[in-house]
């Protein structure tokens, strides 16, 4: 069995990409591997199933809310939340370089930095920074809408999920449990 560590990343339109995320962490944990999860955009405050699970649990798992004041309808279009947003990141993505160097983890998982590129919250040289970096076993997943083809290149696997049919086409809303 091979101990390199891929880059995957999981993108898309579709539903998905956190919950495939999620399993490979859960399945890395059952195996004793050390894991980190960090969301970005998805601040502390939101409450969200995979968070209360991991923290009622007793797996080597560890989320991290990278702590952003982020309003996804409102601040876009606020540039010092965007500026705020951006050195956070940055700052963030130097931490994980380093734990990536340092194989404080075996998997990483950056939930949503797929959607903070595509948005340029974040800058493609901080995760080839992370990537370069990191200890040749480490895994490093990547998660979110808009992956790059220069984003792609860099990666051992690639998913993308696709929406045939969704219920928010009908109006309804996130559920507690499924969406979040």
């Known amino acids: 069995m091979s101990n390199k560590g891929l880059v995957h990343i999981y ?13 490979l962490a859960l399945r890395a944990a059952g195996w004793r591997k050390n894991v ?3 969301q970005f955009l998805k601040p502390p405050s939101l409450e ?13 798992i560890k989320i991290e809310a990278v702590d952003i004041e982020w309003n996804m309808a ?8 965007v500026e705020n947003a951006r050195a956070k990141i940055e700052q963030i993505c ?9 194989k404080k983890y075996d998997i990483i998982v950056l939930d949503e930095i797929v959607f903070c590129l595509s948005k ?14 990191k200890e040749s076993s480490v895994e490093l ?10 984003l792609v290149k860099l990666a051992d696997i690639v998913t993308e999920m696709k ?18």
């Open 74 to 81: 409102k601040s876009f279009e606020d540039k010092i939340a």
């Open 163 to 180: 929406e045939i049919k969704h219920p928010f086409n009908r109006n309804i809303k996130a559920r507690k449990g499924i969406e979040y």
């Open 141 to 150: 997943v990547l998660t979110g809408r808009g992956a790059s083809d220069e």
């Open 94 to 102: 130097n931490q994980i370089k380093d734990e990536a160097k340092q």
């Open 36 to 38: 980190i999860i960090y």
């Open 48 to 60: 969200l199933g995979e968070r209360k699970a991991i923290g009622q649990a007793t797996l080597s």
């Open 11 to 23: 993108t898309g339109n579709g539903k998905g990409k956190t919950t495939a995320a999620m399993g």
């Open 120 to 133: 340029k919250l974040a800058q493609i040289e901080w995760i080839k920074d992370i990537i370069e970096s």
